[in-house]
């Protein structure tokens, strides 16, 4: 299909390599520090995630870095070569600075292709709520909209895509001050899974300190019966990532197509990962689905 544009994200979109281009998104690659040695966040293909995952189990530290204005240049460059315009989708700024370099970037060359167009959507989501929102685009998209039509449907639509997650485990949540070390060693005792979710700025928040797997699952199920659009009528997509605990994210998946049965096809899971498998550590479900639109 010839199109004047193209649509792309950042890797932190967590989809896999293989849905990337089938649904023909492009991507600019976060990177990690794992114990000091720099990598590529290339969706698995340079670390695959289980190996990710059982190193920060065994103790290795990471970091993360954003791409800058630089390497945001080098990336959008050829596409405007090639006379394409470009829709790009950024990582939440309420969590990252990426969106501002994207931006700093599009500044810089508009000046050397002024006849061509950027246009950067913050996507106020992470994980695979980025990426669901990322796979609603390429649908809207290949319906015939324009570039310009897209972005403005994104800028519209972006707080409908819900985002909710737990944790089995809270060491890294501890190690990153998203959780005190206080309520860590408390949570850690009593068996407590916080449940979080992302807010209208983008940000993650805790919102509920829930004792038990079992009931947080439970929990978070109830939270799509009452976020997504129609109700246990929603017929939509529903998707899902998980840090090195797949079983606990089926169980998920389990109970929510049971209880939405005009999904529109079965809950698709992926890996967090390894930029927002960085700050979450191992033992994390999350989940996405489109709702009403984000508040607080």
């Known amino acids: 299909m010839n199109r004047d544009y193209i649509l792309s994200c950042c890797s932190t979109a967590d989809l896999s390599k293989e849905h990337m281009e089938k649904r023909d998104i492009h991507y600019a690659c976060m990177h990690y520090f794992l114990d000091g040695k720099e990598y590529a966040d290339d969706l698995g293909q340079t670390m695959p995630f289980d190996r990710f995952y059982q190193k920060m189990q065994e103790g290795s530290d990471t970091k993360t870095s954003q ?16 006379g394409l315009d470009i829709v790009h989708v950024s990582l939440s700024s309420g969590i990252s600075g990426t969106c501002n370099s994207a931006n700093i970037a599009k500044d810089t060359l508009m000046n050397e292709f002024p006849d061509r167009k950027i246009w950067i959507v913050d996507s106020l989501a992470a994980s695979s709520g980025y990426g669901l929102f990322m796979d609603i685009l390429a649908d809207l998209r290949d319906d015939g909209r324009s570039a310009e039509e897209l972005y403005n449907w994104a800028m519209q639509n972006r707080l409908t895509i819900h985002h909710w997650f737990f944790s089995t ?12 070390k206080a309520s860590g060693w408390f949570g850690t005792v009593l068996n407590i899974c916080p449940l979080l979710n992302v807010d209208d700025e983008g940000k993650l928040i805790p919102r509920q300190k829930i004792r038990g797997k079992r009931a947080v699952i439970r929990e978070i199920v109830k939270k799509m019966r009452e976020h997504a659009l129609d109700g246990t009528n929603y017929n939509g997509k529903c998707y899902m990532s998980h840090s090195a605990c797949y079983e606990d994210a089926r169980a998920v998946a389990d109970l ?13 899971i992926n890996s967090i990962g390894t930029t927002i498998g960085s700050h979450t550590g191992p033992g994390t479900v999350a989940l996405f689905f489109v709702g009403d639109e984000r508040v607080h």
Request: charged share 25%; net charge negative.
């Open 169 to 180: 485990d809270l060491t890294f949540y501890v190690k990153g001050g998203r959780i005190s």
């Open 67 to 82: 791409i800058n204005a630089d390497e945001f240049v080098a990336y959008f460059r050829p596409f405007l070569e090639q």
């Open 256 to 268: 929510v197509e049971a209880a939405f049965p005009k999904l529109q096809e079965p809950v698709l």
